[in-house]
């Protein structure tokens, strides 16, 4: 049977004296961060355990398939957020010019040309479709336009199961994203918003690829500029050096390795079965 696991952590205690010592701009830069940078950590670790194995009947393949495409879906718009924090808070002149520690200065000209970088992905736009059309909120022009699009063979499998969470409808899937990767209209209230762009299946399948990489990417980028701010601002801000180690006792089922972590696309009901 498999024990706990004991984990050490070191603790760092903030109480709001201290948060509020660090002037309006840090300390919002430092909470609004630590909440989406930890939305973030939950869904890359998720979409970790949704590995797809191929030595399975193809329906089974579609569950697995779809059921990582929604946690990258959802893990792109936790990292939208992040991007906003940037633009709007982190790269501020006056967020900057406010936080006398420095400690905001020093990390906008270590990651400005990260954050740069994000910008200039071929899979940023990209992203911004499957947000604006798909993810956020469904655009049922964009989904008829989908519709049209897909294969004339193309037919799914529709699987309808006793426990609800385990019925899968891949009808949405492949008609709303994926096919929604071959066509993409310009932005909402742009000059270009009638502009639409066609694409064949092989460029749609590269498509997905090139956003996996970005919202990857930017996850990471996000991710390390959190961790620099978060053990900047103590020593810095607060003098206290390093942080006094506790003990947790991770209970058996809540804890896993990285190779044997895999999230279920099937959960077992036995009163059901």
Aim: with cysteine; net charge negative; aromatic share 8%.
């Amino acid at each position: 049977m498999q024990a706990d696991l004991k984990v050490r952590f070191g603790e760092l205690i903030i109480s709001k004296k201290e948060l509020l010592s660090l002037g309006p701009q840090l300390a919002r830069a430092v909470v609004s961060t630590s909440f989406v940078a930890q939305e973030i950590r939950e869904f890359v670790r998720l979409v970790d355990g949704a590995i797809v194995e191929y030595e399975t009947q193809h329906n089974v393949q579609l569950m697995q398939t779809a059921q990582r495409s929604t946690l990258l879906r959802a893990l792109a718009l936790k990292v939208d957020n992040f991007l906003n924090i940037w633009e709007h808070l982190l790269s501020n002149p006056n967020t900057k010019a406010a936080d006398t520690f420095g400690i905001l200065e020093d990390l906008h000209s270590k990651y400005s040309q990260s954050f740069s970088d994000l910008r200039e992905h071929p899979g940023q736009e990209i992203a911004k479709h499957v947000r604006d059309r798909m993810t956020a909120h469904i655009d049922l022009v964009a989904t008829q336009k989908s519709i049209e699009l897909f294969q004339d063979d193309w037919s799914v499998s529709i699987l309808y199961n006793a426990a609800p969470g385990n019925s899968f409808f891949a009808l949405g899937e492949d008609v709303v994203f994926g096919a929604g990767l071959m066509h993409q209209h310009g932005r909402k209230g742009s000059e270009k918003q009638e502009e639409q762009c066609a694409f064949s299946q092989h460029e749609a399948t590269e498509r997905l690829k090139v956003w996996n990489d970005y919202v990857i990417d930017a996850a990471s980028v996000c991710l390390s500029y959190h961790i620099e701010l978060i053990h900047a601002f103590p020593e810095k801000c607060l003098n206290k050096r390093g942080a006094p180690w506790i003990d947790l006792a991770i209970p058996a089922k809540r804890h896993s390795t990285l190779e044997d972590f895999r999230l279920p696309v099937y959960s077992r009901n036995p009163d059901i079965e």
